[in-house]
C-alpha cells in the first residue's frame, strides 16, 4: 500500500479515518434525506403484440404547480415491473410535501402524454404517508378517478442520511511471526473496508506494540458508516505489519472479516481470524497461519432518529384543546375569532387544519381528540375546562381533521363562552393519557397536543407545574396564540429563552412546548405555520426515547439504512 511508506513513527500510527463518539450523544438531525423505490403489478395492456413497456414519472408539488422531479428506466414489455432507479428526496416533518406518482407505457422516443392510452395509471400522497408506512401499496387510477384494473403501485421508503451509530472495537493477537532478527516484532493493525468499486479505504491503524508477538491494542471508536458503509457484509481487509522506522514495514499477514462476524463476539464468545501470508501458504507445505488475530470486545451504540421511530411503528396521536373563553367574543358577531364565515375559515381552525394536516399522515387510525376548556356546557351550563367538543365524554376523538372541524361547529351555538383561561387541567389529562402510553416501554405512541387560546393563560403556576410534570412523558406541546392580545407572558412557557421551571424551583426534564402567535403568520401560507410549530417535534420524540433508552419497537431497518450524521473528529496520537 503506498499510504504505509508515509509512516514515520509510532506516533504517526493514529487512526486516519475513526469518528469516536464525541459528540455523537445528541439526537440525531430530524432533516434527512429518503430513498424510495417503485415496483408496479398488474398494469394494464396497452401494446397489441406485446405487454407494455412502463415507466414511472415522480412529480412534485410546488406552489400549487406539478413538476417532473424524476423518472425510471423503462422496463420493457413487462407488467409487473421492479424498477431499479432509486428517487432521492428532502423530508422534512413539518410540512406536506405532495407527490404524484405516474406511469407511462413508453414507445420508443415518443413523448410521454402524446396519447392519453400511453397513460396506465397515477396516484397522490404526501412525503409522510410514505415515510409513515414504510410500504405503501396503492391502487393505480386513470383520469377522472377511473381505476386502471387491478393495477397497483408499491413505494418503499427509506432514511439515508447519516449513520446508525458507532462501535467499539477492541483487537488483540497471539503468536505473530517475528520478523525482527535480534528483538520481536513490533505489530501494528490497520482495517481497510473494501467499497463497491473494488476501491481500499483506510479505516483504523492502531497503534504499535513494541517488542510483542502477542499484542493486544488499545480499543477504538468508528462510525459504522465509516467501518462498513452501514452494511453489515461488507468485506473488511485487515492487514497486520511489523513496524519500521524508516516507513518499510515487514508484512505479518491478512484476514478478511465482515461486521456481521464481529457481531458474534455478542453471544459471549470471542470471535477470531488466522493472520495468513498468502506467500507462505504457497510455498509451505505445513504452513498453517502467521498468528491468530483476535477481536476481543465490541460494544455497538446505536444513536436513532425520528424517522426510526416513525418507520418502526410509532403512531403520532393529535389532541386539540380550543378556548372558549368569553374573550374570543360572541360567536355570531362576526368580530368574534370563533364567528363561522361561510366563505373563509377563522384563525382557529386555519391553525388547527394546518397543523393537523401534518398530523394526520402518522395517525394510522386518523382519529383524533378534541377537547374545549373555558366554556359553560350542557346540560347544566356548569364552567368546564375539560370537554370534548363532540359532548362524548366516553369517546372525544373525530373522524381525521375534517371531522374535528365538524365537532368544532357544531359544538360553537350549544355552549356559553366563558372563562377563565385555565389549560393546565387538559395538560395534565393528556400527560396522564400518555403517561399510561410511557409505561408500556416500548416507543409505540407519541402525543402532541395543540393548544389554541385567544390570551394569556390565567393559571399559570399551575400551567409550569403541568407543564415540568409532562416533560417526563411522551408529549409535545403546542400553542398557537390567537387573535390580538399581548402574549408576553407566554413566551415563558416556550424555553427558548432559559429553562422553564415549576413554582418550587424544579426544571422541565426536557423543552416540549412551543409556542406561536398566529398574527405572525397571518399573510402567510398555512404550511408555513405548521412548518413553524412542528419543527421542534422531531427533536423532541428522539430526546424522549433516548432518555428513556428506548429503542424503535421492531427493526424496520438494518444497518443499510444509516441515521445519523458523522461527526469528523481529529484523529488522536
Known sequence: MSCLSSLQSPKSLSPEATS?????????????????????????????????????????????????????????????????????LDYYFEEV???????????????????DDDFLGGVECTLGQIVAQK?????????????????TITVHSE?????????ELSFCAKKLDDKDLFSKSDPFLEIYRINDDESEQLVHRTEVIKNNLNPVWEPFKVSLISLCSCDEDRKLKCLVWDYDSRGKHDYIGEFYATFREMQKISSGNKVSWDCVNPKYKQKKRNYKNSGVVILSDL?????????DYIMGGCQIHFTVAIDFTASNGDPRNSCSLHYINPYQPNEYLKALIAVGEICQDYDSDKRFSALGFGARIPPNYEVSHDFAINFNPED?????????????????????????????????????????DGNIKDASRYHILLILTDGVVTDMADTREAIVRASYQPLSIIIVGVGNADFTDMQILDGDDGVLRSPKGEPVLRDIVQFVPFRDFKTASPAALAKCVLAEVPKQVVEYYSHKAISPMCPVRDLHTPILTPVTTTPTE
Open 299 to 307: 460494544k455497538l451504540h446505536r444513536v436513532y432518529s425520528f424517522l
Open 396 to 436: 372525544d376523538e373525530c373522524e381525521e381533521i375534517q371531522g374535528v372541524v365538524e365537532a368544532y361547529q357544531s359544538c360553537l351555538p350549544k355552549i356559553q363562552l366563558y372563562g377563565p383561561t385555565n389549560v393546565s387541567p387538559i395538560i395534565n389529562r393528556i400527560a396522564k393519557l400518555a403517561a399510561g
Open 97 to 115: 410535501q405532495k407527490l404524484r406518482f405516474e406511469v407511462y407505457d413508453i414507445h420508443g422516443t415518443h413523448s410521454i402524454g402524446t396519447r
Open 159 to 167: 432514511e439515508i442520511s447519516g449513520n446508525n451509530g458507532y462501535v
Open 135 to 151: 410500504k405503501m401499496v396503492k391502487t393505480l387510477l386513470l383520469k377522472y378517478g377511473k381505476y386502471a384494473g387491478k393495477s
Open 20 to 88: 469516536p463518539a464525541t459528540g455523537l450523544s445528541g439526537p440525531a438531525t430530524c432533516v434527512s434525506k429518503v430513498e424510495l423505490r417503485v415496483s408496479c403489478k398488474a398494469l394494464l395492456d396497452r401494446d397489441t403484440l406485446n405487454k407494455s413497456d412502463p415507466c414511472v414519472i415522480l412529480m412534485v408539488q410546488t406552489n400549487g404547480q406539478w413538476t417532473e422531479l424524476d423518472r425510471t428506466e423503462v422496463i420493457k414489455s413487462n407488467l409487473h415491473p421492479v424498477f431499479a432507479k432509486v428517487f432521492t
